[in-house]
């Protein structure tokens, strides 16, 4: 499976006005999950490291800087499509909480703050919902999904 066509994910944290946990994700505006709120990240270039990757990607898709020693890698996620499988990928995912700047809407997505206790997981691909809050709680992740012929509901996990 390491022959999977490798992304990065990156999630950007903060305390709101009234000291609640916040994430930045943002709805997809085109390609790979159209529709759904996905964190922050996308392909990794020829030659290109995962960590190089997130910061690229954080910066094209919502102006924000970020830089490679303020992200902490959180695991590695592998997605299998067996019904499309040019969709199979494997994932690896970042989190910081210091980065500068004011997100800004760009052609992939447009970035909101959503309250962590609150997590719009219903409008997020399928297996966030069995990763993402405990990764957003500092635990570490390394999980394999399945995704049914639907293209959208995992059908197995490990």
């Given at each position: 499976m390491t022959d999977?066509?490798?992304?990065?994910?990156?999630?950007?944290?903060?305390?709101?006005?009234?000291?609640?946990?916040?994430?930045?994700?943002?709805?997809?505006?085109?390609?790979?999950?159209?529709?759904?709120?996905?964190?922050?990240?996308?392909?990794?270039?020829?030659?290109?490291?995962?960590?190089?990757?997130?910061?690229?990607?954080?910066?094209?898709?919502s102006g924000l800087?970020?830089?490679?020693?303020?992200?902490?890698?959180?695991?590695?996620?592998?997605?299998?499509?067996?019904?499309?499988?040019?969709?199979?990928?494997?994932?690896?995912?970042?989190?910081?909480?210091?980065?500068?700047?004011?997100?800004?809407?760009?052609?992939?997505?447009?970035?909101?703050?959503?309250?962590?206790?609150?997590?719009?997981?219903?409008?997020?691909?399928?297996?966030?919902?069995?990763?993402?809050?405990?990764?957003?709680?500092?635990?570490?992740?390394?999980?394999?999904?399945?995704?049914?012929?639907?293209?959208a509901t995992v059908?197995?996990?490990?």
């Amino acid at each position: 499976m390491t022959d999977l066509p490798q992304v990065c994910v990156c999630y950007l944290t903060r305390l709101s006005e009234t000291g609640e946990p916040q994430v930045l994700l943002g709805r997809k505006k085109k390609g790979l999950g159209l529709g759904n709120i996905v964190g922050l990240g996308g392909k990794l270039e020829p030659g290109e490291s995962a960590l190089d990757a997130a910061v690229r990607e954080i910066e094209e898709e919502s102006g924000l800087t970020v830089v490679p020693e303020a992200l902490t890698p959180m695991g590695v996620l592998t997605y299998l499509f067996p019904h499309k499988p040019t969709w199979s990928q494997r994932s690896n995912v970042f989190v910081t909480d210091r980065f500068s700047g004011i997100p800004r809407e760009s052609d992939e997505l447009n970035p909101e703050w959503f309250t962590i206790a609150q997590l719009p997981v219903d409008e997020m691909w399928d297996d966030a919902r069995h990763w993402l809050p405990g990764v957003l709680a500092g635990q570490r992740v390394e999980a394999t999904f399945t995704f049914g012929v639907d293209l959208a509901t995992v059908v197995a996990r490990g």
